[in-house]
Structures are given as structure tokens and as C-alpha cells.
């Protein structure tokens, strides 16, 4: 493990050290959307090395301890993170010290969600702190400053070497378990017709319970830079249809029949005892969308002010079609402050997406969940969402073409790889969407994907300048409010 270590801080040394001479021809990465697919294609990817004239910085030595822009100071820090947008129009956080920061992390940094996981790490990391230990530093070589959603977030703070840390919460979802209306679905927690419990009657002070108990311990940790409030939620036009389905033989559902009807007798101006579901039209279901989500992230982001009023709301985590859904950016516009979006299917993120997150929203992205498979770890790779590539080093080159991207847009404040550590192929009580899959920077026994990792750090190590480079090559002087 040591000697491959060694190789990946051999290799970011070098890249992060070299003059690329920029060119234009990217190159061709053969990818398939599922493995089951009978056909590769190629997609041109773009690297840093195909940058013209970008010349890259020679070391890490510009970075602050939180990870930031150490030459970068845009005010006194207030000893939080926070969002700041910059006179040309591009979006930053700010780290606790006031420089300018972008979260460049991992998610699921975790020894284990499943108990085979967890005591396959206690046999590899037999001493206390070593596993957080190895964590962090092997990050950190590939110039990770930080860790994204279901992180061991207990493991991994209060050290030295804390990187910032995310918390992830699951308000809806949890307070569905209590109903006992939930269903594991590959990826997410699934309800009953797909109706998540945000119109209960009960929802917002269940919030304000469970925001005291699970987030008030970590308020005042400048280490934590915001809190994500839900995974990949069914905010679907199909809600509206979808609650009055539920009708009222179910004494956990019913509240949510109820919602829905009134909310539509009420939205109509109709009396009418039965609601014909027939007659429902698109713009009802819009206008239930936005009311359904408007209660979702008021009642959320009202228990999160009030318990950890220091730390940033991420967003709930959107994904797929709902991405596309104007009215549910506009209600978590209204109360988070960044949108998170796990974004798959896209080789490099769609400018024209972006711009309309941004016009429906005025706030900034973080990207949540991405990644890509190699062919050549053994593993079947049938399941997730993400690409199927052939090797570890066209892996990195996916990471380098899309991050590319992110930090081309301006709109983007942070991204999260998934994941940290692969699953064991044959464990069956993984989550299905995790079986048997490569999302991994290491192996399921630690050892580091060496060929990924050194793409990963070659452009991570440049994340700053880039910014400078890519805002050089197309100016703008458009400006919103940024958040306070």
C-alpha cells in the first residue's frame, strides 16, 4: 500500500511541477452508457494539457489551511464558509478566513455503510485514527481539499488533518421510516406511490426534532462547510396525481391525500366532493410542485437556521428529470444556499442546464455526484449511473474533461466525486446501485487507483488558476446579489 501511495506522490508531483504546451485536438475516450451496451463510442475529451496557453502553477504552495486560494482575500473571514459572487460574475465560497474557495472532494469518505465493509477497513486499519489517517493524506496528495455526502463525518474531524466535510441529513426520508411509508429503491430511499411526506401535517416540527438532534453537535465547527438536507427526492409533476392515488385507507398516508385534494378544491375554486384525476392539467401540477417544495425547504431550511445558523443549506441533492423542473429550483431558491445536483449522463456539463439553474435560482452549484467505471478492475459494472470506460486512466480523463467544464461555467462553487472506496464485488448487501461497480479512488482493500488518481490531481492542482484562465478567455461583467 506504501509503495503505491508513493507512486501516486511521485506522480502528482510531476504533474503539478510541469509546463504543459497547450494544443487543441482532444483526445477520443472510448465510453459506453451501461457495459451491456454491443458498441464503444468515442467521445473527445478535453485535458489541461489541450488548453492552449495555459502554462500551469508550479506547486500547492498557494493554498490556505482550508484548502483556499491563499493570494485570493476577498473580506475578513468570519470563521464560516460562505458564498460570494465576484464582480466578473463568477460564483465562489468563501473559506473561514475570507479567501476564495472551491470544494473539491469525495464523497462516501467512510470505512464502511454496510458491516462487511466496515470490518474488512477495522482489519486493514487496526489502530485507532490510522484509517482517517490514511484517508485525509491520500486526498490531500491528490489535492482534495474536502469530503462530500455520506462521509464518516466522526472518523474524520477534530484532526490535524480535517479536510472541510459536508454533513448529509435526510429530513423526508427519515421522518418516512418513522411513518413506516419507505421502500430501499438503488441510490435512494423510495415512498409509497413515490410521494415523499413533506405536506404532513407533522413534517415541520418533525424537522425542528431532528435538526436539534442531528445537526446542533456540529454547529460551530468552522470545518463544516454546509449541510445537505436530503438524496435524490421524487419531486416529480407526477406528485399531484401521485398523492390523491394514495387515498385513505392508510392512516400514515392520508394526511398527504388529504393535502393534495385540498390543495386542488382550494387551487380550483371547486367544492366538488371527488376529484377526477383525468381532469388534472399540466399547470395544476407545476403549481403543486412548487407548493409541495416550497413546505419541503421552508420547513427544512427554518430548523437548519435555527440550529446551525452559522453553516451553509446545500440543497436536497436533485437528479434526472427534476433538474429540468424550473419550479422546484425556484422553491429551494427561496431557502438554500447553494443547489446540489448529482448529474449523470452528461460527458461534460451542458452550458445552456446551467444557465437556467442559475435564471431560476441566482445561486450557486454544487455537483454532488458524478464518476466513471473502468472495465479493467474485473468487477461487472451493471449497475449505477455513471459512464463505463475502459481503463483507470481514461477515468481521470472523464474527471479532467468535466471538470474542465464546471470550472469553465462560473456557476460552480464545488464537486464531489463518488466515490472513495469500492464495495466488495461480492458483498451482496451493498446497495444495488453500488454492487460490484467501480466508483472508487481505492479498491475495497485500499489500494489507490493510481492511473485515476494522477489525472485527478494533475487538474485538481490547477483548480485556481484555471478560474483565471478561463475568465480571461471570456470576460464578463454580468453581477447578482450575493448571498449574505
Not at 459506453?32 to 508550479?58: C, E, H, N, V
Not at 489535492?143 to 429530513?171: C, H, K
Not at 426534532?209 to 438536507?229: H, I, N, T, W
Not at 475502459?390 to 456557476?411: A, C
Amino acid at each position: 500500500m506504501k509503495s503505491i501511495t508513493s507512486a501516486l506522490l511521485a506522480l502528482s508531483a510531476i504533474f503539478a511541477c510541469t509546463t504543459l504546451v497547450g494544443s487543441v485536438e482532444p483526445l477520443l475516450v472510448e465510453v459506453k452508457q451501461t457495459p451491456s451496451q454491443d458498441y464503444w463510442r468515442s467521445r473527445p475529451t478535453r485535458t489541461l494539457s489541450a488548453l492552449p496557453g495555459f502554462i500551469p502553477t508550479p506547486s500547492e504552495s498557494g493554498r490556505t489551511r482550508w484548502g483556499g486560494w491563499a493570494s485570493q482575500k476577498v473580506v475578513e473571514g468570519t470563521g464560516f464558509f460562505r458564498t460570494y459572487q465576484a464582480p466578473n460574475g463568477r460564483w465562489w465560497l468563501l473559506d473561514p478566513d475570507g479567501h476564495k474557495f472551491i470544494h473539491i472532494g469525495v464523497a462516501t469518505v467512510t470505512r464502511g455503510l454496510q458491516p462487511l465493509a466496515f470490518e474488512n477497513s477495522e482489519k486493514i486499519f487496526p489502530i485507532q485514527g490510522e484509517w482517517a489517517k490514511f484517508s485525509s493524506k491520500l486526498l490531500s496528495d491528490a489535492f482534495f481539499n474536502g469530503s462530500g455526502a455520506w462521509s464518516e463525518v466522526d472518523a474524520i474531524r477534530n484532526r490535524p488533518d480535517t479536510l472541510p466535510y459536508t454533513l448529509t441529513l435526510n429530513f423526508a426520508a427519515d421522518f418516512g421510516r418513522q411513518l413506516k411509508i419507505t421502500e430501499m429503491t438503488p441510490g435512494r430511499v423510495g415512498y409509497n406511490k413515490d410521494v415523499p411526506p413533506v405536506l404532513h401535517p407533522d413534517f415541520p416540527d418533525w424537522c425542528d426534532r431532528y435538526a436539534k438532534e442531528k445537526v446542533a453537535p456540529y454547529q460551530g465547527d468552522p470545518m463544516l462547510l454546509g449541510m445537505f438536507s436530503d438524496n435524490e427526492l421524487p419531486l416529480r409533476r407526477e406528485l399531484l396525481e401521485r398523492s390523491i392515488n394514495l387515498g385513505t385507507k392508510e392512516s400514515a398516508t392520508a394526511p398527504l391525500y388529504h393535502a393534495a385534494v385540498a390543495w386542488l378544491r382550494a387551487h380550483r375554486g371547486d367544492p366538488l366532493d371527488e376529484i377526477d384525476i383525468g381532469s388534472i392539467q399540466e399547470e395544476e401540477r407545476v403549481a403543486f410542485l412548487e407548493y409541495a417544495c416550497e413546505r419541503y425547504y421552508s420547513s427544512v431550511a427554518k430548523a437548519l437556521r435555527k440550529y446551525a445558523p452559522s453553516h451553509l443549506i446545500l440543497g436536497s441533492r436533485i437528479h434526472g428529470r427534476i433538474t429540468y423542473q424550473p419550479e422546484v429550483l425556484r422553491a429551494s431558491a427561496r431557502h438554500v444556499d447553494v443547489v446540489s445536483v448529482n448529474l449523470y449522463h452528461a460527458w461534460s456539463v451542458d452550458t445552456k442546464r446551467l444557465d437556467m439553474w442559475m435564471r431560476e435560482t441566482g445561486k450557486p452549484v454544487i455537483i454532488s455526484e458524478f464518476y466513471a467505471k473502468g472495465q479493467d478492475t474485473g468487477m461487472d459494472n451493471n449497475a449505477g449511473a455513471g459512464w463505463t470506460v475502459k481503463t483507470q486512466r481514461d477515468r481521470g480523463l472523464f474527471y479532467q474533461n468535466f471538470v474542465l467544464s464546471l470550472i469553465e461555467s462560473r456557476h460552480v462553487v464545488g464537486w464531489h466525486w463518488f466515490k472513495y472506496r469500492d464495495n466488495e464485488p461480492w458483498a451482496a448487501e451493498s446497495d444495488p446501485s453500488n454492487r460490484n461497480v467501480n466508483k472508487g479512488v481505492v479498491t475495497w482493500d485500499y489500494k489507490p487507483y493510481v492511473d485515476l488518481l494522477a489525472q485527478m490531481s494533475e487538474v485538481n492542482a490547477q483548480v485556481y488558476p484555471l478560474t483565471e484562465y478561463f475568465d480571461r478567455l471570456a470576460p464578463n461583467t454580468s453581477v447578482q446579489t450575493a448571498s449574505p
